[in-house]
């Protein structure tokens, strides 16, 4: 049984075959303008995934004649952990995020003493606490070859003056992905952090089966993820997510092209076979320069998705949209300490 995933706007949006072409032609270039692309161990990915909140037992489960319920294993403030892999399969001291303070008590015992902690008003990262990640853990504990190459998502916790700075002193490019298209390209989200997350709720509840009312606090969560993160970030495991993405070798048709839109003209679903075969749902269709619809029919109905009476209702928006305030929206992947963009 699979959980259903919805697809949010910006993901909509993103995940297709353009920004996937351009994605990878810029990571080509700068792979080989690096001169690392037999160079894996001088390749990393960082992100940062959350716990708490109301993490539950299970998301999902089969019942037959009786009551099923899930309940909540980790406390309720929001924890993060900010990991780091390189193509080489090495896994960087982790950095721990507390909502608003630090645990009380003695949080770090049986913890390496090179993994860091900090606190955020909300728990999440932010800039200041990257930067401090990026010198106190990135550049203390990556390979000291250089040029090094991390690749990040766009969010705008990582990105800031001081960072690149940094980065430009000590040979290090950033590599932003495109915005909404990490559950594609990036390594950690498509390899090892839905295992890592499973990982801590599971062990959360074996714990829970000595004392049904335990709740992994904030003093005790650390000793847990790191348990999880032992448990889930093997060389093999670091290693082969690297590769699903297109990366190490950089390799386009790597990519999942199940997780493209379903109207994109590579998106692809495994068939009777078991194959992955092309089944875009709608094709792009040409509208019409006068009046501004359909050319070849309404695309929804002629694929059996809508029925012919509701066709009037899924149509294209005609006329001028409602200007909007010019803001500044990045919709490519980028490399933020290249001089292009340094100088902006």
Known sequence: ?????????????MSNSTVMMNHFNLLKETIERLDLGNKPSQIYNVDETGFGKGLAAEDRVCVTNTHSHSRQVVTSSHTTANVC???????????????????SGAYRDGIPGDWL??????????????????????????????PLLLIMDNHESHLSLDLVETARDNQVELYCLPPHTTHILQQLDVALLRPLK??????????????????????RFAQVLRTAVD??????????????????????NAKDKGKLTPCDPEFSQPGPGGDNQSTSICRPDPLCETCGQFVRGHP??????????????????????KKQKSTRIVTTSRVITGEQQYQI
């Open 85 to 103: 892999v390189s193509g080489g399969g090495k896994v960087l001291p982790t950095f721990v995020i507390y909502e608003k303070s630090f645990p």
């Open 231 to 252: 448990k889930v970030f093997s060389p093999y495991n670091i290693k082969t997510g690297f590769p699903k993405c297109g990366v190490c070798p950089v390799d386009e």
């Open 117 to 146: 902690f900090g606190t955020s008003p909300n728990g999440y990262m932010d800039g200041e606490l990257f930067h401090k990640w990026f010198k106190q853990v990135f550049l203390v504990h990556a390979t000291k070859e250089r």
């Open 198 to 219: 499973k990982a801590v709720t599971g062990l959360a509840v074996s714990l829970g089966y000595a004392n049904p009312n335990l709740i992994i606090g904030k003093n």
């Open 300 to 321: 929804l109905v002629t694929q059996g998705l809508i029925p012919a009476e509701l066709a009037d209702i899924f149509l294209p928006i005609i006329g001028t949209a």
């Open 1 to 13: 049984m699979r959980k259903a995933q919805t697809l949010d706007r910006g993901r909509l949006r």
